[in-house]
């Protein structure tokens, strides 16, 4: 049986001080929580102290980000090896910022899961089109050629570890989802994308998390779709009561 997930993207908000105490009411709101596996994704900044603040508790933790490096003459940047001494388990890749921001290509992104999976972490990959691409019915090819490029030598027994996000990137702090049955329809898409390379145990077992927009208001009817198996959250994220009624939505 696949894991249902709601996994909140922080992206660059949070002091530290605000960070601890969202970590804090995230932990005390979150005791009784047996519908999906919780994950956080702070700032670097605020990884050790998320860690140890969650230790007794079911909630993951996840960097937004890692080197596609192993280690060396890399001002500024951190290592999958780092965020593995760290004991968290999770790393996002491929956020549409951070192609669209920072130059990311498929190849790289290929490089940084690499780097994770030789260092025991379990990567939540983002894909996902343009408004313009929807408009052009070309979706299905920008999504299908994105995991070819992401997954390229990454093999059956790696692919394990993943975590796949279709995040829109019109949907992406817009407002406007995906429909449910949007979002149905890719996911579905990109299941059977994965069973053709990797066998159907293997996507029958991925989970494929919905981003864009995604708040109580609309996660119980993304999370009805029969291959949507919960959320990457941004803005609601923020706020833990938000983030806990996403959680609960399934
Ligand atoms: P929003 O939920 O703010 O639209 O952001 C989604 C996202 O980018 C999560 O990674």
Known sequence: MRKQIVAGNWKMNMTFPEGINLIQEIINNSTSL???????SPPYLLLNE??????ETNIGIAAQNCSDHEKGAFTGEISAKMLSSLEMKYVILGH?????????????????????????LQPIVCCGEIMEERENKEHFNVVAKQIKGMFERITAEEF???????????AIGTGKTASPDQAQEMHHFIRETIRNSYGSEIANNLSILYGGSCKPSNAKELFSNADVDGGLIGGASLNAKDFIAIAYSF
Request: glycine share 4%; hydrophobic share 40%; aromatic share 8%.
């Open 34 to 40: 047996k519908e999906a596996q919780l994950i956080i």
């Open 50 to 55: 998320a860690v140890s603040l969650t230790e």
């Open 96 to 120: 549409s910022e951070r192609r669209a921001y920072f130059g990311e290509t498929d190849q790289l992104i290929n490089q940084k899961i690499k780097q994770c999976l030789t260092n025991g």
């Open 160 to 170: 394990d570890s993943i975590i796949i996000a279709y995040e829109p990137v019109w």
